[in-house]
C-alpha cells in the first residue's frame, strides 16, 4: 500500500537550517508529482512547496520563497525539503503529499518548532 513517511522536524533555533525527508513507498514514485504543506493548530493545511516528478519543476507559496527547497532523488524514493533562515512563524506540523489516480495521500507529518 501506499506509504508517506516523513521525518526531519524538530526544535530549532530562528535563524537555523532543517531539511526534511519523506520517504515514499507502494507506487512508482517517480511517475508522480510531490508536495509538502504545513498545518499550526485550528488552520487550515497549507501547499509550501511542490516538485514534478522527474523534478524539472518546483514551486513555493510566497510566504517561503526563497528559504525553502524542495527536491528528490527518485531512485531513493524520496523528497526533501530543506528549509533555511527558520522563523517562528515557520513552526507547523509539515507533511508530505501525494496524488495518486485522483486520491490523496499525505504522511503523518513531521513537527518543526522554532524557538530560541
Known amino acids: 500500500q501506499v506509504q508517506l513517511v516523513e521525518f526531519g522536524g524538530g526544535l530549532v533555533q530562528p535563524g537555523r537550517s532543517l531539511r526534511l525527508s519523506c520517504a515514499a513507498s507502494g507506487f512508482s514514485f517517480s511517475s508522480y508529482g510531490m508536495s509538502w504543506y504545513r498545518q499550526t493548530p485550528g488552520k487550515e493545511r497549507d501547499l509550501v512547496a511542490s516538485?514534478?516528478?522527474?523534478?524539472?519543476?518546483?514551486s513555493y507559496a510566497s510566504s517561503v520563497k526563497g528559504r525553502f527547497t524542495i527536491s528528490r532523488d527518485n531512485a531513493k524514493n524520496t523528497v526533501y525539503l530543506q528549509i533555511n533562515s527558520l522563523k517562528p512563524e515557520d513552526t507547523a506540523l509539515y507533511y508530505c503529499?501525494?496524488?495518486?489516480?485522483?486520491?490523496?495521500?499525505w504522511g503523518q507529518g513531521t513537527q518543526v518548532t522554532v524557538s530560541s
Open positions: 503529499y501525494a496524488r495518486l489516480r485522483g486520491v490523496d495521500y
Open positions: 516538485i514534478t516528478n522527474i523534478g524539472g519543476s518546483t
